[in-house]
């Protein structure tokens, strides 16, 4: 494997890993369907093993929204390399997998002993959080489709030994299962080989020469074509800056300055979704176009992604040094604007910014 092909799939891996933590709405509408399911089966077989399940599916629910919470801005918002990405998928999988384990234990049990009215209950919040899995977690197929088994596998084999009802909805389930996943690793497949085409369609003609980030014609070139495939919808312009940057040619050399936008070239692949490109506009000027948004949060939530990564200390010609960038932001649902508006809007945003920051001292500094 080359290093490209290696950077590639951790920036596709961070970037799935992200999608974990987008939205925490689905875990609150579980915890509360699983509680009606639960407190409905104790009360049609009070079972003292059904109410310790029950518990133990409630604190397992808990326990994954707080993960999503406490995490989420980290996730959203942290510069993230691959291992940084796997403890967070690994912290968000352990609750997420044994609450699944549960519910499959409760489906288990509730077409075992539970009278008919109950199974209907409980088939319906499997199918719900199956569903709720595959939307969710679909772009971490692995997490997804263990997780779906793990709550339906054990309703499906008991209800297999049952009458002819029970082996009707145990094959028709089964059927929904193998579905589901294959349309999970279609999904995957997908998100994978777009950010892949994106890359390796930007020829040497489109490359900024020193970073390897698409340039102002790769750029224009991708707007063009986003504008006719999603011509609806928000759209968000980010122009940015470093801040110190010319003090480090001046101080320390051109040929550690070139170093340090690699770096930062590096730190702004990581920090952009999948879907977003950043591009090189020349000297320490950079540019990231964002489509599909659903709201304004989304941009600033990228805007702090990308200050938070160049933030951190650099090793620079023997050095450790700090800089930071100034990021102006312009988001608009008014799709006609041209790429070159919508940078000149960005760039008078980035002056406001800068100018907020006049005071301060821009030399760069030793870590």
Do not use: W
């Not at 209950?121 to 977690?137: D, E, K, Q, R």
């Not at 938070?308 to 090793?315: G, V």
Request: aromatic share 6%.
């Amino acid at each position: 494997m080359t290093a490209v092909d290696d950077k590639l799939k951790s920036l596709v891996y961070v970037d799935q890993v992200r999608s974990l933590y987008l939205n925490v709405t689905p875990a609150l509408v579980m915890a509360g369907v699983f509680t009606i399911n639960a407190a409905l089966a104790y009360a049609a077989t009070r079972a003292p093993v059904l109410m310790g399940l029950a518990a133990a599916g409630l604190l397992a629910s808990f326990a994954r929204i707080g993960v999503t919470v406490l995490l989420r801005n980290r996730a959203l918002t942290a510069a993230l390399d691959r291992s940084a990405a796997r403890r967070l998928e690994i912290l968000f999988a352990i609750p997420y997998t044994v609450f699944s384990g549960l519910l499959g234990a409760i489906g288990f049990y509730v077409f075992a002993r539970a009278p008919t009215e109950s199974q209907m209950v409980t088939i319906c919040t499997i199918v719900g959080y199956c569903a709720g899995v595959a939307t969710s977690c679909g772009l971490r197929p692995r997490l997804a489709i263990s997780s779906i088994m793990l709550a339906v596998v054990p309703p499906i084999a008991v209800s297999l030994t049952g009458n002819v009802d029970h082996i009707g909805m145990a094959t028709i389930a089964s059927l929904f299962v193998f579905g589901g996943t294959r349309s999970i690793l279609v999904r995957y497949k997908t998100s994978t080989a777009e950010i892949s085409t994106r890359m390796v369609s930007v020829s040497l003609a489109r490359m900024d020469d020193l970073t390897a980030l698409p340039n102002r014609l790769a750029l224009q070139e991708y707007f063009d074509q986003h504008s006719l495939v999603s011509p609806r919808g928000i759209i968000a312009a980010h122009f940015l800056d470093l801040d110190r940057f010319k003090p480090v040619n001046d101080t320390y050399g051109h040929a550690a300055g070139d170093e340090l936008l690699l770096a930062v070239a590096d730190r702004l692949r990581g920090a952009v979704r999948s879907s977003d490109i950043v591009a090189r506009l020349g000297g320490d000027e950079f540019a990231v176009i964002q489509f599909g948004l659903n709201h304004g949060g989304e941009a600033e939530l990228l805007a702090k992604r990308i200050t938070a990564a160049i933030e951190q200390p650099y090793r620079v010609a023997g050095h450790n040094l700090l800089i930071s960038a100034s990021v102006g932001t312009v988001v608009s649902g008014d799709r006609p604007q041209s790429l070159d508006e919508l940078l000149k809007a960005a760039d008078e945003s980035l002056y406001e910014v800068k100018r907020a920051r006049a005071g301060r001292d821009h030399r760069p500094q030793v870590a």
